[in-house]
């Protein structure tokens, strides 16, 4: 058995290869398995890196050092292969695929805990030829927090102020627009939304609960669909959103499903694991347990 530590030194506030370096050397003294770091040079090279070190046919572990980006490049190289399992060590911002963990999702701190851990398949969602592990989504959510990213570049604004910028651009241009959602084959009624959520896993966004009952390994996606809301009104439905009460929202739509399929009337932000992806057509299909996930011993997401 082969352990791989992927370390993203762009995940999180400052880069920490060193210090997980010098953490393997003491976690790992005294192993027989063999083990590697790779670090990743560019976006999708954990990707490269995930699936040639799979192709070599021997089992494998790898670790996902950094936040939700390197854990969706870490699945993506791996999804498919049966001798290969994959596991998040957090150090990015967010790292909310593991919060449906609940008070164990501590325990992926512990690369001890993680070394031994047990495994179990779980669902992807291939989105536009993509493969994304917790959540694909289109419409306002996207629209602020992909669309931060303009703002960060500017001089003396800082992270949240990018946010907050963001938000308000996304308020001014229009918080919902027009799109055609079909889910498994059912056109939805509507033609005006503000958000539309694939849900693999539960939080994304820094915290944000779409989806509180999706489970992961159930073979079903949770998909939750946000009608049109006024620009008073839209601060009430953040808060639900936050508090995993979106289903509370007047007009929501909520469908278990295989498939979603959603048409825009032009090109538009997708995010996909919280990375970006452009496209006017969003195709959201389950990849039923496609890939396998390593967790500390007991830990439960149910
Ligand atoms: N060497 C690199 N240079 C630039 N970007 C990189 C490099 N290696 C990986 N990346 C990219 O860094 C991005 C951010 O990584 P990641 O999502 O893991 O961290 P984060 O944004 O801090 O965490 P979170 O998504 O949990 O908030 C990913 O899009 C990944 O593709």
């Given at each position: 058995?082969?352990?791989?530590?992927?370390?993203?030194?762009?995940?999180?506030?400052?880069?920490?290869?060193?210090?997980?370096?010098?953490?393997?050397?003491?976690v790992?003294?005294g192993?027989?398995?063999?083990?590697?770091?790779?670090?990743?040079?560019?976006?999708?090279?954990g990707?490269?890196?995930?699936?040639?070190?799979?192709?070599?046919?021997?089992?494998?572990?790898?670790?996902?050092?950094?936040?939700d980006?390197?854990?969706?490049?870490?699945?993506?190289?791996?999804?498919?292969?049966?001798?290969?399992?994959?596991?998040h060590?957090?150090?990015?911002?967010?790292?909310?695929?593991?919060?449906m963990?609940?008070?164990?999702?501590?325990?992926?701190?512990?690369?001890?805990?993680?070394?031994?851990?047990?495994?179990?398949?779980?669902?992807?969602?291939?989105?536009?030829?993509?493969?994304?592990?917790?959540?694909?989504?289109?419409?306002?959510?996207?629209r602020?927090?992909?669309?931060?990213?303009?703002?960060?570049?500017l001089?003396?604004?800082?992270?949240?102020?990018?946010?907050?910028?963001?938000?308000?651009?996304?308020?001014?241009?229009?918080?919902?627009?027009?799109?055609?959602?079909?889910?498994?084959g059912?056109?939805?009624?509507?033609?005006?939304?503000?958000?539309?959520?694939?849900?693999?896993?539960?939080?994304?966004?820094?915290?944000?609960?779409?989806?509180?009952?999706?489970?992961?390994?159930?073979?079903?996606?949770?998909?939750?669909?946000?009608?049109a809301?006024?620009?008073?009104?839209?601060?009430?439905?953040i808060?639900?959103?936050?508090?995993?009460?979106a289903?509370?929202i007047?007009g929501v739509?909520?469908?278990?499903?295989?498939?979603?399929?959603?048409?825009?009337?032009?090109?538009?932000?997708?995010?996909?694991?919280?990375?970006?992806?452009d496209?006017?057509q969003?195709?959201?299909?389950?990849?039923?347990?496609?890939?396998?996930?390593?967790?500390?011993?007991?830990?439960?997401?149910?």
């Open positions: 058995m082969k352990h791989l530590f992927l370390i993203n030194p762009y995940a999180g506030k400052y880069d920490r290869t060193q210090e997980v370096r010098e953490k393997l050397r003491t790992l003294a192993r027989e398995d063999p083990w590697e770091v790779a670090v990743t040079q560019y976006p999708g090279h990707v490269e890196l995930v699936r040639s070190a799979a192709e070599q046919g021997e089992p494998l572990r790898v670790y996902a050092c950094g936040g980006g390197t854990l969706n490049e870490a699945v993506s190289g791996a999804a498919g292969y049966a001798h290969v399992a994959v596991t060590y957090p150090m990015g911002s967010g790292n909310d695929f593991l919060r963990f609940g008070p164990d999702a501590c325990r992926f701190y512990d690369l001890k805990e993680l070394l031994d851990g047990p495994q179990t398949p779980m669902d992807l969602i291939e989105c536009n030829g993509r493969l994304a592990l917790n959540v694909c989504s289109i419409g306002f959510d996207a602020i927090g992909l669309g931060a990213a303009d703002f960060k570049k001089p003396l604004v800082s992270g949240t102020m990018a946010y907050q910028l963001s938000a308000l651009r996304t308020i001014v241009q229009g918080i919902h627009r027009p799109y055609r959602v079909e889910v498994d059912e056109t939805l009624p509507g033609e005006d939304f503000t958000l539309i959520c694939a849900c693999n896993g539960r939080y994304y966004g820094g915290g944000f609960n779409p989806s509180p009952d999706a489970m992961p390994d159930d073979g079903l996606l949770n998909f939750l669909i946000i009608p809301v006024s620009r008073f009104t839209v601060l009430a439905l808060q639900k959103f936050a508090r995993g009460e289903g509370e007047p739509l909520l469908r278990q499903g295989r498939e979603m399929n959603v048409t825009c009337d032009r090109v538009s932000m997708i995010n996909l694991d919280g990375e970006r992806v496209g006017a969003l195709t959201a299909r389950l990849s039923e347990k496609k890939v396998n996930f390593i967790y500390p011993a007991g830990a439960t997401w149910g």
